[in-house]
């Protein structure tokens, strides 16, 4: 039953790097989107400094871009949660039977 409960640990952390890594690519596409003339520049700063603040001020592009930013980012949390209930369940199926 471990074995079961590792294999769920290594799947979580795989998708917590693709959600990481799809996360990185949308965000850089939404920097990308935003451009940097005037207001945008400021934008494009805030994005960098305080993404949630920024988040909610884009339109367009810009704005569908950070959507999929933000779901990566719930879904990279949520593998890592899901990796550290399966390695806490993993150690006590371990344990339990020795």
């Known amino acids: 039953m471990s074995q079961l409960a590792y294999i769920v640990v290594y799947l979580a952390l795989a998708g917590a790097m693709a959600s990481w890594i799809a996360g990185a690519v949308f ?15 400021r ?25 999929k930013v ?15 209930m399966a390695t806490a369940a993993a150690t006590n199926l371990h344990r339990l039977g020795k």
């Open 43 to 67: 934008l494009k700063w805030l994005a960098v400094v305080a993404w949630p603040f920024a988040a909610g001020q884009l339109k367009g592009v810009a704005a569908e871009h950070a959507a």
């Open 70 to 84: 933000n779901k990566s980012i719930v879904a990279f949390l949520a593998c890592l949660l899901i990796a550290v």
């Open 27 to 41: 965000y850089i596409r939404t920097l990308s989107a935003i451009g940097s003339d005037g207001e945008n520049a």
